[in-house]
């Protein structure tokens, strides 16, 4: 099994920046995609970020050039270092990724707990 945890999480003025950590533990054969959603109060869940193991990105429209998303491979780690914040970035936000258990086994999903940001002046 894996298992995600995040930190990082704040309360932050608009403006500001935060930098999230996501690490996965457990027994796993490799972790390919990682990514980052969140989850507003009444919303749904939405896309932040995804990065491959190879180190393809993709982002929200609404998060480029704003969000940016890193990955440590040897400490099955990743990262969101959000710049420039808004009120409306508000949310949990939630690490995800897509794991296996060998060569021979499909990818599974995991997620993490969330941790909150906190954008308010």
């Known amino acids: 099994q894996v298992r995600l945890v995040e930190s990082g999480g704040g309360l932050v003025q608009p403006g500001g920046s935060l930098r999230l950590s996501c690490a996965a533990s457990g027994t796993f054969f490799n972790i390919n995609v990682m990514g980052w959603y969140r989850q507003a109060p009444g919303e749904q869940r939405e896309l932040v970020a995804t990065?491959?193991?190879?180190?393809?990105?993709n982002y929200a429209d609404s998060m480029k050039g704003r969000f940016t998303i890193s990955r440590d491979n040897a400490k099955n780690t990743v990262y969101l270092q959000m710049n420039s914040l808004k009120l409306e970035d508000t949310a949990v936000y939630f690490c995800n990724a897509n794991w296996r258990r060998s060569v021979w086994n499909p990818y599974l999903e995991v997620w993490g707990q969330g941790t909150l940001v906190t954008v308010s002046s």
């Open positions: 990065i491959t193991s190879g180190g393809i990105t």
